[in-house]
């Protein structure tokens, strides 16, 4: 299970996403500009976002409330 909740800001345009995935093959899909690469950055650890959580099979990788950091 992916649990992912992250919220940036940026110049003109906020993103704020959270979804719950199973196991398996899943799909992030929306139009260019949209936030796809930024989500699985912050997913993969490769960027900070300024609020949100990123756990992976019940393990918490990131939250930023709790002050949990475990870079990939």
Do not use: E, H, Y
Request: charged share 15%.
């Amino acid at each position: 299970m992916l649990d992912v909740a992250v919220r940036l800001g940026f110049p003109g345009f906020d993103l704020d996403a959270a979804f719950k995935a199973p196991a398996g093959v899943t799909a992030l899909f929306g139009p260019s500009g949209s936030g796809k690469s930024t989500v699985l950055a912050c997913i993969a650890g490769l960027r900070r976002p300024a609020a949100g959580r990123v756990a992976v099979g019940g393990t918490v990788l990131l939250d930023i409330g709790a002050g949990v950091d475990v870079r990939a």
